[in-house]
Each structure stands twice: as structure tokens, then as C-alpha cells.
């Protein structure tokens, strides 16, 4: 398929194709449960293989998971808690989290991840924000509960929950019935009540549709490229959206089985998880792919994987090219925010040109787009901000944030906050955040290919550039760096590195200066915050 032939496929494209996949329809309504869980259950078919951390691993099949659904939404029935409601999971990536999501929104209730790395703050804010009703965790975490002002119920999973008020889930759940009715909810009602990552200011709310199910099977067939026969597994953890969307929801949806494994990421976790379930179908952010690589085990040995999907930040072409030589299997970059799910992407399935480093072209069902600061839309070359044009996206499905905490439309525009590059023909690159871009000495610099350049040195694992107030320039460009353990930081290494960006780029677009440190600062879903660079940087400027 060409790229007009690709063209032609994403204008034709009508939401009635996915329709005629699922139980339910936007007109009537869905209840995802039963989209998910139910319509495969009488297959005798695996939707969850679980690597444990201290417990053995083991297979759950649709039906079973369908029967401990349908108990837990008896449970919160009995609860008082139905449609509408915010049911909160603090659980690992274990089966019960996986039942608990399924029964959530078996009951009509919505789900809401809270990330087993948050603090009790950030946990609190996000409980009271969405008035939760119920927070169901384990004993590892229960405790970040205890300063909690104005907690929900709780209910625990393992533990000696008779030492405590909290109800038992093991208890509670064996007392109800295996039997309970979906409740449908209409298409644009909410069955996910998620935070963004709050990479740039507080965590606002986005409440997502049940139609979005429409866009994450788009996704999930023709991005991911999930066929029946493939064993798939999405590294991102089910606390964000990427993981639940794609990890939980995505796969379920076609009916494949997913792949939660408890244990912390390392790079030997991964390629012993690789080798034992024979993935071969591997969804991850760039921060993995770094790490695998940064770890690269040098063995040659033939992984069997077949297609490998990556989204998060601008996945480098140094690791695109290591995925293609190591792992054995294209790897293609894919965009999205929690607000909207995926929408840009290089589409294992549909045939068009993929250019390295660029995040590809509109998903099916939608029209993305760039703009200059007026609003219009920039030709071939320009940079300008990704936006998604609602009136010719028929899968769109966000509404603006759950209470009203900013407004990022602008007409029929939807607005990313992200700057990339127009390629003219559709397709984009990324080029950063709106507040990531640097001016310096009139020119605007992206980090994205800054960074890009110093990870092709064999020295640099990970690195963040940012822009440093200058009295001569507006702004240098400064690069945080992390090295490779088998490297040391040195003045010469510096040099080395910045003449490295200066021959690739060009004498504008080096760093001026160079920090090497230990850890770059990210979100707990593994987003860099260059705005902590940029912070320490500017401290750094103004201190005498």
C-alpha cells in the first residue's frame, strides 16, 4: 500500500467498520466488560498470563476472569456503587487488578488507576479530585492510605485484614454471586477516569467514553498490528494510560491475551519474559528500548519477535536502528496523550512511508494537523503545534478536561501543546513541548534531535536538553547526560560529545554546555521533565 493508497484507506474510514466488531454500537451504547471479557468467554481462550514477583506464575482464562467480574460488581452493588461512580485501583500488576478493572466496569462504574508509585499527596489529590467512592489495594500499599484525608472505603487484597477495618477481597468477593447483568452505558458516559502525567503543571482530569473503544481497536489492529496468533505485551504499567488503554483494554478487545509481569522493569527481567512467554508482539516506551540497549546482551540470539511498538517521547533513531539489528523486528513510533489516545502513528498494518525519528501519519478515524500561532495550518517544512482537526475525526473522543481545568481548543482544533516538524505530505516529526523549544541567538531548536545525536555516541545512555538563560544569546542549549556504566564523565568526553551534535547539526544547535548526572528526572510513567532541568538551569544563570 503507498502512501496515496494509505491516504485513500484513512478518508474512506468510517466508524460503522469497527462497529460491526462489538457487542454494542454508539447509538445504544456499551458496556465494556462484556466487550472485553464476555464476548470471548465461551472460547476457552487465555486473556491473562501473570509473571508473579513472589508468587508463582499462572494463565486466567476469559471465563474465569468473566465469573470474578461479575462477584466484584456484585460486591459494589451491594456497596451502593453503580453508574458513574470512581472505583480506584492501587494494585500492582496482578490478577486481581485485572478483576477489579473488568468488574468496575462490568457494574457501569469507572475505573481509576492510581499508580503503585504515587505518594500519599499525589494518591489524595487524585481521591478527592474525582470524588472516589472506593479504593481497593494490597498490603504493600496500603499504608500510603493512612494520611489520606477523607478516604474511601477500602477494601484489601491479601494481608490480615482482620486487624483492620478494611474490608477483605478474598471474603467479600467468595459471597457473591458469579452471575451479574452488564450495565450498559451510553457512548460518550465515562468508564476510565484518568490524570495526564502532569509532565508540565498539576495532573488534570480526563474522563474517557466508552466510544473510545472504537479508537483503541483502530489502534490496536492497524498500528500494533495484533493478529490472533500473536503473544503481546505492553511493558507499561496499567497505572497510565498507555498501559491501560493498550495493555489492558487494546489486546482484550481483539480478544489476544495480555501480560502483566509484577516484577520491577530491569533489562534481564525483560529478555527473560521475552524468552518465556516467546513474545512476539512488543509494545514499550523509549525509556525500555534505551535500557535494553544500554544492557545489550550481545548473545545474537533469534528472540522470535515479529513487530515492536513504541510510544511515549520521540523514539531516536539509534534505538531504532538497534531494535531492527538486535531484537530481529521494525520497531515504529507512535504518538499520543492521555486526552486522546493514540492518534499519529507508523501503522505496522497499513503501508506508507516511514521516515526514522518521525511519528507518522493520522490514525485511521482522525485528522491531525499543524499549526502556526494564528491557527492555521503550516505547509512542508514549517514547525508549527500538533493539534487534531474534531470536525474530520470521527473516532476523536475527548471533551474537554474532567473539571474544566484548561481549555486546549481552538475552534475545531483540538491543541496538543506539542511542536513538530510538517513533512508535507501528512506525516509529522516531533520536535518537543511548546515550552521545551529554545531559542537561542534568533534560531529555535527542538531537544528532540539534540538528543537524538548524543545518543549516538556509544558513551550516552540517556540524555535531556534544555535551554539556560544567556545575557549574549537569550539561551544556550545545555544537555543533561547519563552514561553507560562501563563510561566515565571527563572534560574531553564533554568536548567530544559536543562536537558530535556540532558536525551532525549544525554550530547553532550544539550543547555549550554539558552536566553529566546520575538519573534524569521523569514522571513515574517514565516521561523525561525537562522542565526540572530547566528550573535548576535557570537557578543556575541567575546565581552570582
Not at 397 to 402: A, E, N
Amino acid at each position: 500500500m503507498s502512501t496515496h493508497a494509505y491516504a485513500a484507506f484513512n478518508a474512506e474510514f468510517t466508524p460503522a467498520e469497527v462497529e460491526q466488531h462489538l457487542v454494542g454500537d454508539l447509538a445504544t451504547g456499551f458496556n465494556v466488560c462484556e466487550e472485553i471479557c464476555d464476548r470471548w468467554a465461551d472460547e476457552d481462550r487465555t486473556a491473562l498470563f501473570y509473571e508473579g514477583a513472589d508468587r508463582p506464575a499462572s494463565e486466567h482464562s476469559f471465563a474465569e476472569l468473566q465469573g470474578k467480574a461479575a462477584r466484584f460488581a456484585n460486591y459494589l452493588s451491594a456497596q451502593g456503587i453503580g453508574k458513574g461512580d470512581r472505583v480506584a485501583g492501587l494494585l500492582p500488576r496482578t490478577p486481581e487488578l485485572l478483576v477489579v478493572i473488568l468488574g468496575t466496569l462490568r457494574a457501569g462504574a469507572v475505573y481509576q488507576p492510581l499508580f503503585t508509585a504515587f505518594g500519599s499527596g499525589a494518591i489524595e489529590y487524585r481521591l478527592e479530585r474525582a470524588g472516589t467512592r472506593l479504593v481497593v489495594t494490597d498490603s504493600a500499599n496500603r499504608s500510603k492510605l493512612d494520611t489520606i484525608k477523607g478516604c474511601p472505603p477500602i477494601l484489601r487484597v491479601g494481608g490480615d485484614s482482620a486487624a483492620s477495618d478494611d474490608a477483605d477481597f478474598d471474603t467479600e468477593l467468595a459471597a457473591q454471586s458469579d452471575q451479574f447483568a452488564p450495565v450498559r452505558i451510553g457512548a460518550d458516559e465515562p468508564f476510565l477516569q484518568m490524570f495526564t502525567s502532569g509532565t508540565v503543571g498539576k495532573a488534570k482530569g480526563v474522563a474517557v467514553p466508552a466510544r473510545a473503544l472504537l479508537s483503541f481497536y483502530v489502534y490496536m489492529r492497524h498500528a500494533v498490528g495484533l493478529e490472533p496468533q500473536d503473544r503481546y505485551w505492553n511493558v507499561a504499567d496499567p497505572g497510565w494510560a498507555y498501559g491501560l488503554y493498550y495493555a489492558v483494554v487494546g489486546p482484550l478487545l481483539l480478544g489476544n491475551a495480555t501480560h502483566f509481569n509484577e516484577n520491577g522493569f530491569t533489562a534481564d527481567s525483560t529478555y527473560e519474559m521475552l524468552r518465556k512467554y516467546r513474545i512476539t508482539n512488543l509494545a514499550a516506551a523509549p525509556t525500555a528500548y534505551r535500557l535494553l540497549m544500554a544492557n545489550d546482551e550481545g548473545t545474537g540470539e533469534a528472540l522470535g519477535l515479529r513487530l515492536a511498538s513504541s510510544a511515549g517521547e520521540a523514539l531516536n533513531p539509534e534505538v531504532i536502528g538497534w531494535v531492527k539489528r538486535r531484537l530481529g523486528c521494525p520497531v515504529m513510533d507512535h504518538y499520543g496523550q492521555t486526552e486522546t489516545g493514540m492518534t499519529c502513528c507508523n501503522h505496522h498494518k497499513l503501508e506508507h512511508q516511514v521516515r526514522v525519528g518521525s511519528m507518522g501519519f493520522s490514525m485511521p478515524g482522525h485528522r491531525v494537523v499543524a499549526l502556526d500561532t494564528e491557527c492555521n495550518e503550516i505547509g512542508e517544512g514549517e514547525i508549527g503545534q500538533l493539534a487534531v482537526d474534531t470536525a474530520a475525526s470521527p473516532l476523536f473522543f475527548f471533551q474537554g478536561y474532567t473539571w474544566g481545568e484548561k481549555n486546549p481548543f481552538h475552534g475545531r482544533y483540538y491543541l496538543t501543546g506539542d511542536v513538530v516538524i510538517s513533512h508535507g505530505d501528512g506525516s509529522y516529526s516531533f520536535t518537543g513541548r511548546d515550552d521545551d523549544i529554545i531559542t537561542t541567538a534568533g534560531y529555535r531548536v527542538g531537544p528532540a534531535d539534540v538528543e537524538s545525536t548524543l545518543l549516538e555516541h556509544p558513551s550516552v545512555a540517556e540524555s535531556a536538553v534544555v535551554g539556560k538563560p544567556d545575557l549574549k544569546r537569550g539561551a544556550i542549549i545545555k544537555a543533561y547526560v547519563v552514561l553507560r556504566s562501563q563510561y566515565e564523565a571527563s572534560p574531553a568526553l564533554a568536548d567530544e560529545l559536543k562536537q558530535l551534535v556540532r558536525s551532525r547539526l549544525s554550530t547553532h544547535a550544539f550543547p555549550r554546555e554539558i552536566e553529566f548526572i546520575e538519573a534524569l528526572p521523569k514522571t513515574p510513567s517514565g516521561k523525561i521533565q525537562r522542565f526540572v532541568l530547566r528550573n535548576q538551569a535557570r537557578e543556575e544563570s541567575a546565581a552570582p
